[in-house]
């Protein structure tokens, strides 16, 4: 049990706060195997901590490259103007705050407000201040009671007064942009539930995905403004605004200084569509993700009556363990209260004293108390009344979404149109693939694709009797040992299977572990024979095999039945249910990434095929007819 809220940090500062008894630890057994279970938002895992930098090293560009796609950013949308517009200014009691709103893609537009020192010059650091799930957003205001020693998981000090973190650190000499979460105050063009099916999450679109890219705009905007120093930008938000909080210091190296607050968990992951996004978690979690910001300074702040409630023996130690592989053991703390999910005075002090100790050199946490202040919320409104709000841009989630979509569809990188370009576009794609199917890049791979010696036959359970027979023939009359049947659970996939409890977050779909079973399966061929890999897949297992084929470098030549798969949703779900995967181009893609040979069935009438036809030239042999177990026999 533990009797007091505290804040850790290292060797460097030890400091006790008063309060309470704290509620007990969870007993929960750690998850260290994602295979062992479906798991969902509130399935308890916690990354286990490299045993070196260098290990840490590969892990975290293989993660930062599995958000960047998880969040849309792979590849990145293009940064547009962002066309700042300024609709109201308050003067306040030593600081500013501006009405403001943003576009951070052509007719979306971002609202906030701006808080600045008031009668001092910069530059200023600044902080990107994203909100959680408030019911007023960035404008919550709840007063705070007087100080006084809370019961474990009390509800007291008020839950959040937002706009007394901008005001409070303007006042210290920071800039803060206090930012909507879409669908919330004046981001209103579409709603909260913008983006949540899994067509949408094929694209890699979600809303998620836009909230991260808003937070991204965000910093751009702190970092246009005169008044601010670009070296010294900091980030914090609770709840939602937790999530937006590690995923931006992951994401964008611009963040020197992070404060997630009542988020970073090992057994709840976030409960909205804004804080799961396409594969985003498969193989990882919040506290892996908080640890790429590693080694700049960040502080857990956590509270004993939510499901940060383990940060002291559990959580944090983890994080610190990765700060440690650098020596920065000092640079990372918590501060735990007793209180229920919160942002209250208590665990903005603790914020504002750490962005005053490394953004302001200023390590006397008497000089960051909160100043009791007062706020027209009404008056802070970037569209309030009298002030008209534009009607241009994408309005209502419909409208919204295909902007998205088609945002994401400009995005995917384009088949070349000639020879010359396909080498680099194939080494371009590979790790893309890799990518998409959450796999480390492998130890090594061979130059070229060289034609492969052994025979890996692939086919979907249900469907193997006349394919084992088709193997043990070949072995009988060729004597080749190198060839193996590889039996798959069925690939299609119902929307049903796929959605709810935001299960494609963190589950690879059946499509995904056929592809990963196959390129396992040719790996160990390889290994055992020295020989490249030929693939022949059957029936439903064709599209994965082609997922599998662009990823591998064990695999040099390639024979699908690819079922009529036309590239959209419904053929996707027949056989190639991979989130984001039409967000890099694909089948389509998987097949001109594919070098060597390439042999499909069920592929006549496809467009997007006899586009690619005349680039693949006589590597590609194509039939109307689906491929057999026979036609392998011949």
Not at 387 to 392: E, F, L, M, Q, Y
Request: with cysteine; glycine share 10%; net charge positive.
């Amino acid at each position: 049990m533990r009797s007091q809220a505290r804040w850790i940090a290292g060797c460097a500062l030890a400091t006790t706060l008063a309060g309470g008894r704290a509620s007990a630890m969870r007993e929960t057994p750690v998850q260290q195997s994602d295979h062992a279970a479906r798991r969902d938002v509130d399935t308890h895992r916690l990354f286990t901590p490299p045993a070196s930098q260098t290990q840490w090293k590969s892990r975290r560009k293989e993660l930062r490259d599995q958000l960047m796609l998880g969040t849309g950013l792979w590849p990145e949308p293009k940064r547009t103007p962002l066309k700042p517009v300024v609709t109201g200014h308050i003067e306040g009691d030593g600081y500013t705050v501006e009405s403001v709103a943003i576009e951070t893609f052509p007719g979306f537009r971002l609202c906030g407000s701006l808080y600045r020192p008031r009668g001092r010059k910069g530059p200023f650091p600044a902080i990107a201040n994203p909100h959680g799930h408030w019911p007023n957003g960035r404008l919550q205001v709840e007063p705070d009671v007087p100080k006084a020693p809370p019961a474990p998981g009390a509800q007291g000090q008020g839950k959040a007064n937002l706009p007394a973190i901008g005001a409070n650190l303007a006042c210290r000499g920071f800039v803060v942009f206090a930012y909507d979460m879409v669908g919330y105050n004046d981001t209103n063009q579409s709603d909260h539930k913008l983006a949540g099916s899994p067509e949408a999450w094929l694209r890699g679109v979600s809303l998620l995905g836009l909230q991260t890219w808003n937070s991204l705009r965000a910093v751009d905007y702190l970092c246009s403004l005169p008044d601010v120093d670009k070296e010294r930008i900091g980030a914090t938000g609770a709840s939602g605004g937790g999530t937006q909080t590690f995923l931006l210091a992951a994401l964008d190296d611009r963040i020197k200084v992070s404060v997630p607050v009542n988020m970073v968990s090992a057994h709840m992951q976030g409960g909205c569509l804004c804080e799961n996004g396409p594969a985003l978690r498969i193989g990882t979690d919040n506290v892996e993700i908080a640890a790429l910001f590693a080694p700049k300074p960040q502080l857990l702040v956590a509270c004993t009556g939510d499901w940060t409630s383990n940060v002291p023996t559990e959580e944090w130690p983890a994080l610190r363990s990765v700060y440690a592989l650098y020596g920065a053991a000092d640079r990372t703390a918590y501060a735990q209260f007793n209180y229920g999910h919160n942002y209250n005075i208590e665990s903005r002090e603790a914020m504002y004293a750490w962005f005053g100790k490394w953004l302001l050199g200023d390590e006397n946490r008497d000089h960051f108390r909160e100043a009791p202040l007062s706020f027209d919320t009404a008056a802070m409104r970037t569209w309030r009344s009298g002030v008209a709000k534009p009607t241009s841009g994408p309005q209502g989630n419909a409208a919204v979404l295909r902007a998205l979509v088609d945002r994401s569809e400009a995005l995917a990188p384009a088949p070349p149109t000639d020879a010359a370009g396909l080498a680099a576009y194939r080494k371009r794609m590979a790790p893309a693939f890799r990518r998409l199917l959450s796999l480390p890049e492998p130890a090594s791979t061979s130059a070229g694709r060289t034609a492969g010696g052994a025979l890996l036959l692939v086919t979907e359970a249900g469907s193997a009797a006349e394919a084992a027979g088709v193997v043990a023939d070949i072995r009988a009359k060729r004597g080749n040992a190198a060839t193996e049947l590889l039996e798959l659970p069925a690939v299609a996939a119902t929307e049903a299977d796929l959605w709810g409890a935001y299960s494609l977050c963190y589950n690879r779909t059946p499509a995904a572990e056929a592809a990963i079973r196959i390129i396992r399966a040719a790996s160990d061929l390889r290994a055992r024979t020295g020989k490249r890999v030929r693939v022949v897949a059957l029936h439903g297992a064709g599209p994965a095999a082609l997922l599998a084929r662009a990823a591998s470098p064990d695999i040099a030549e390639c024979a699908a039945d690819l079922q009529g798969a036309d590239g959209g949703y419904a053929s996707a779900l027949r056989g190639s249910y991979v989130p984001c995967l039409e967000q890099i181009g694909g089948l389509p893609a998987a097949v001109a990434a594919s070098a060597g040979k390439l042999t499909l069935g069920g592929a006549e009438g496809l467009d997007w095929l006899d586009r690619l036809a005349p680039l693949l030239g006589g590597s590609l042999k194509r039939t109307a007819a689906p491929l057999t177990a026979a036609d392998v026999a011949r």
